[in-house]
């Protein structure tokens, strides 16, 4: 998560915060393929 959080410029702390905040909004895990697809398809317009 420490380079992701670096590719971002942000903190990792941040990120992780912002995660679980996307989790708590959608009901969607960005930690499952299952919930990375639905968010995926969601900023995409994709049915």
């Given amino acids: 998560m420490y380079k992701k959080a670096a590719s971002l410029y942000i903190h990792r702390n941040t990120l992780r915060y912002r995660l679980l905040k996307i989790e708590e909004l959608t009901g969607y895990s960005p ?3 299952e919930g990375m697809t639905a968010l995926s398809r969601a900023l ?3 049915p």
Wanted: glycine share 16%; charged share 15%; hydrophobic share 0%.
């Fill in 31 to 33: 930690k499952t393929s």
């Fill in 44 to 46: 995409n317009g994709s």
